[in-house]
């Protein structure tokens, strides 16, 4: 079975926890990260690896305060693995949290809910 992975936030990337065998996936706080590809690169193999083994229903939950131009690229791509499942049946659901105050994140959500075949839930707080 896959293992659980799970990053600690720095200043500058967030909180990373993602636990295949139940499904459940969190990204919480800034990703900002100096050197994108080294952050992002472990989060990628792990997520192609799930999607070949995943749990029958799969939450990715968001609450990224800010990102960069070079992370919003790296989680679009890794939202496009979790499409692959949306395609092959399986119940996939990204949770996108914002602050009612911050147009931008919330614009942002809205905006990769447009290029995915994912069920997004917007979800102010």
Do not use: C
């Not at 500058?12 to 993602?18: A, E």
């Not at 990628?44 to 919003?72: C, G, H, K, M």
């Not at 791509?77 to 659901?93: A, S």
């Amino acid at each position: 079975m896959l293992q659980r992975l799970q990053l600690d936030a720095t200043e500058d990337t967030p909180i990373v926890d993602f636990d295949a065998s139940t499904g459940l996936l969190s990204v919480i706080g800034r990703a900002l990260p100096e050197d994108a590809h080294s952050f992002f690169s472990p989060i990628q193999i792990w997520v192609q690896d799930y999607v070949r083994s995943p749990a029958e229903n799969t939450v990715i939950d968001l609450r990224i305060d800010y990102f960069n131009s070079a992370a919003t690229r790296y989680i679009f791509n890794i939202l496009l693995e979790f499409e692959k499942l949306t395609e092959d049946g399986k119940n996939v659901r990204v949770i996108w949290n914002f602050s009612k105050a911050d147009e931008m994140i919330a614009a942002k959500g809205e905006e990769l809910e447009s290029m995915l075949d994912i069920q997004f839930e917007m979800r102010p707080f």
